[in-house]
């Protein structure tokens, strides 16, 4: 189905492009994480990998011509899909099944997006719960099933941070009126994140070899009062034996022989059994759980202070109490949608006077640009309602629609003699 996106603008283009091309790279690593559940880590790497970059590619191909021809067409889409599945059945040794309901997967979350066609990236928090449950699931699983896909997982939640700390303050970044940021920031701070991953992975490497190495050490020692209590053990089971010998007689059918109770091979030495890949597999699985529980714990209480359900109010304790009776509670969801009521009527009637918000144009860069001037509580509470910081009192409600109603007034010159 081909249809049109609802911009005129060149910067809307460009941002919805870069918002596509992040989604596409986010859910091709949604993809490569469930693709750990079916297929070992030779061949996750060798066959799917290559073609799931592929897809990427190609996504990222489609959401460049639908920021330059302003139309989302879905045969170009088709066409590169319907190669790469024939590369990965001719040129890799991959299952037509699964190759084909990753590219459905696919195909299927980037029509999802665009049916927002906002161009601000917000990755919230639940979206990184769904993946690191799953990257948990995979891990906790993968020993079971001989996968052995437990560092793929691992570098895909490391690209999937990367991700979301450079391409979103960048994104972020051109949004602005100014449209000129330092946008090496975000590059900087993606490069420290590489590397203080590379340095905490050797030195967890040295680490562990340290303390296998101490360990071995210890049972070396311990070793040392094992092999005396194990030779008193012998010595009692051949004493054993001899009498039993001796009652029943030697060489009888009831006798025991001495290579008859001697196992058939040595004792393991205790230091042989160990092995340092469990380790680091529990204690990362612990540290993706850890993680799962902070994004949910942060979600709910961010859930809580936004109360976005219709007719609910909490109670707000102020800083400093007030002497007398008050009312507790703030019907936050009330006083919010009056504000954005308030504001969307402003627009419409701005608009009707060729003095429309630009896109890409904040509240406060408007308003200089009509000579519209006010306090700075105004614009605190229409940025508290906007980005979602927490609801607002029915009296910062009220304030907000009187000023408005007030700017509305300052632009329209009808007058009561008009009237």
């Avoid at 680490?207 to 209590?229: C, G, T």
């Avoid at 627009?347 to 009707?352: D, G, M, T």
């Amino acid at each position: 189905m081909e249809y049109e996106i609802r911009s005129s603008s060149t910067d809307f283009q460009k941002l919805l492009t870069m918002k596509l091309c992040f989604l596409a790279g986010v859910e091709s690593l949604f993809a490569f994480l469930l693709m750990t559940f079916l297929a070992p880590r030779n061949q996750l790497l060798s066959d799917y990998l290559p073609l799931i970059m592929l897809s990427f590619l190609a996504l990222s191909v489609w959401a460049v011509i639908i920021g330059r021809s302003g139309k989302v067409i879905p045969l170009p889409l088709y066409g590169m899909f319907a190669l790469i599945l024939l590369v990965g059945v001719f040129f890799f040794l991959v299952n037509l099944v699964f190759l084909a309901g990753v590219l459905v997967y696919l195909y299927w979350r980037m029509n999802s997006h665009l049916e927002e066609m906002e161009y601000s990236i917000e990755i919230s928090s639940g979206a990184w719960v769904i993946f690191l449950a799953i990257a948990a699931a995979s891990m906790m699983t993968s020993p079971m099933r001989g996968m052995e896909n437990g560092t793929p997982v691992i570098v895909t939640i490391f690209l999937y941070l990367l991700l979301t700390v450079s391409v979103t303050p960048i994104q972020r970044m051109m949004s602005h009126e100014s449209g000129k940021g330092p946008y090496y920031v975000p590059l900087m701070l993606m490069g420290a994140i590489a590397g203080v991953a590379m340095v905490l992975g050797l030195v967890s490497f040295v680490l562990m070899q340290v303390v296998y190495w101490i360990l071995s050490k210890i049972f070396w020692v311990f070793s040392f009062a094992v092999d005396p209590i194990y030779n008193a053990i012998e010595h009692l089971r051949d004493l054993v034996t001899s009498l039993f010998n001796e009652m029943y007689g030697g060489g009888g059918e009831g006798s025991l022989e001495k290579g008859q109770v001697e196992a058939e091979e040595p004792p393991l030495p205790l230091s042989q059994g160990m092995s340092l890949d469990w380790l680091v597999m529990v204690l990362s699985i612990i540290a993706v759980l850890l993680i799962i529980v902070y994004f949910y714990v942060r979600r709910k209480g961010s859930d809580a202070a936004k109360r976005e359900g219709k007719g609910f109010s909490v109670h707000a304790y102020p800083d400093n109490p007030v002497e007398g009776t008050q009312s507790s509670d703030y019907d936050y969801s009330h006083a919010d949608d009056r504000i954005r009521e308030a504001v969307t009527e402003f627009e419409r009637f701005s608009h009707s006077r060729n003095a429309g918000r630009n896109v890409n144009e904040d509240l406060r860069a408007w308003f200089v640009r009509l000579g519209l001037e006010d306090e700075e509580r105004f614009f605190i509470i229409y940025e508290q309602v906007r980005y979602g910081r927490g609801g607002v009192s029915p009296e910062d409600g009220d304030f907000f629609v009187r000023r408005m109603e007030v700017h509305t007034s300052a632009m329209s010159p009808v007058s009561e003699k008009e009237a």
